[in-house]
């Protein structure tokens, strides 16, 4: 689950977490703004004993019926979720990151090529979804969802 993770980074070169696949029992999340070769933000849920992880460029949307491009990236190691630091040049995603929100979310639903979940963070909160798009297998729409 960790091999393309792995497989991109120098763990003797960049500060990141190794980590392994492992369940802590939470429903967590993070968003990350990664200051790279371009700002962006990284969304993250915690399943399955890793963090699933979409890139999304102009940030995750904080008003009803916004749809941001969300790229799925490789998978991220549950240790990633507190990472905070500066990857050195000449490694993958070099630039800094920082924790932009975090909070723990509540799945509601879950079926092929969509998402539905709540987010209790401190910035984002509410309902969300994630949507998978069919021209390139890695494009998901993060669709803030409007409130009952």
């Keep these: ?52 992880s979409w890139a999304v460029p102009k940030g995750p949307p904080q008003k009803p019926s916004i749809r941001r491009l969300a790229v799925q990236v ?22 800094t990151v920082r924790i932009w929100d975090r909070g723990t979310y509540t799945l509601e639903e879950s079926m092929p090529g969509e ?8 910035k984002l909160r509410g309902h969300y979804a994630l949507v998978h798009m069919q021209k390139r297998p890695q494009d998901w729409l993060l669709i803030k969802l409007k409130e009952d």
């Design 74 to 95: 490789e998978d991220h190691p549950t240790d990633y979720i507190d990472f905070e630091g500066t990857i050195p040049e000449g490694q993958y995603g070099a630039g």
């Design 1 to 52: 689950m960790l091999e393309a993770y792995r497989s991109k980074r120098n763990f003797a070169l960049t500060p990141e977490p190794g980590g392994e696949v492992h369940s802590t029992g939470e429903s967590r999340f993070v968003v990350q703004e990664h200051d790279a070769s371009h700002l962006h933000y990284d969304f993250r849920l915690e399943m399955d004993g890793a963090l699933r």
């Design 115 to 122: 998402l539905k979940f709540v987010l209790h963070g401190m």
